[in-house]
């Protein structure tokens, strides 16, 4: 990595994934190969990989004894269409759970400078929560901008707020499905892999949300979610 002892303890990551290399896969599986050897943890996955994974964007879920029915959004050219699939409890293994910021473009008046200056301001953040089934090849994907709460009888009619009626959501699934693990930093991780930009912009995102300013936070949630997918694959 031509770095040395000190800096590299530095930056090895003590509580979640960093994103440090891109690069062919057998210059990174060399890399993975030698930096084990010696006792330090990493991996490589194939972007290609990454994108094979089929990624359903759910409308709503019905909990039926032991299996989840999910209706979702199947995007076809051009179009969309709502489908629905049935899978068993027992075949959910990861929950991953994240928030993406929505920008906007503001425009402010400096008075120091006397100029006009434009800033890209976070104007809202939209919660994510994935369930994977390893032995379906799928990702189950929710958000609290798209998710139909009116078609969930599993929610809290009590509850009134879009919060609430995510938290119950949430709150069902887990207790329910009880994963082995949940992953919840997406945010630092993604605060690393933003740094590539070329390379997510190889990634299909499945995540369709009406954006007035673009980002790669979308690509950045699926590499998040797709890792821990293939990872726990292996």
Request: net charge negative.
């Amino acid at each position: 990595m031509e770095i040395d002892r000190y800096t590299a303890t530095l930056q090895i990551p003590t509580r979640s994934w960093r994103l440090y290399k891109t690069g062919s896969l057998g210059e990174l599986n060399y890399y993975q190969s030698e930096l084990n050897q010696i006792g330090l943890p990493c991996f490589c996955q194939s972007i290609s990989n990454i994108n094979k994974i089929k990624v359903y964007e759910v409308n709503s879920v019905e909990i039926i004894e032991n299996q989840l029915k999910f209706i979702y959004d199947d995007y076809q050219v051009n179009s969309k269409k709502e489908e629905q699939i049935i899978i068993n409890l027992t075949d959910i293994n990861n929950c991953v759970k994240g928030m993406i910021p929505l920008f906007e473009l503001t425009v402010n008046f400096n008075s120091k400078k006397n100029k006009i200056e434009k800033k890209k301001s976070t104007l809202d953040y939209i919660e994510f929560y994935d369930l994977h089934s390893i032995i379906n090849n799928s990702i189950f994907r929710f958000n609290g901008r798209n998710y139909q709460f009116d078609n969930d009888t599993n929610i809290d009619q009590k509850s009134n707020t879009a919060k609430e009626k995510w938290q119950d959501l949430e709150n069902n699934l887990t207790t329910k499905i009880s994963p082995e693990k949940v992953w919840s930093n997406f945010t630092s991780f993604a605060q690393g892999v933003i740094e590539f930009p070329e390379m997510l912009k190889e990634i299909e995102s499945h995540i369709h949300l009406f954006r007035r300013e673009e980002t790669v936070w979308d690509e950045a949630f699926q590499l998040y979610s797709g890792l821990i997918f293939l990872q726990s694959k292996s």
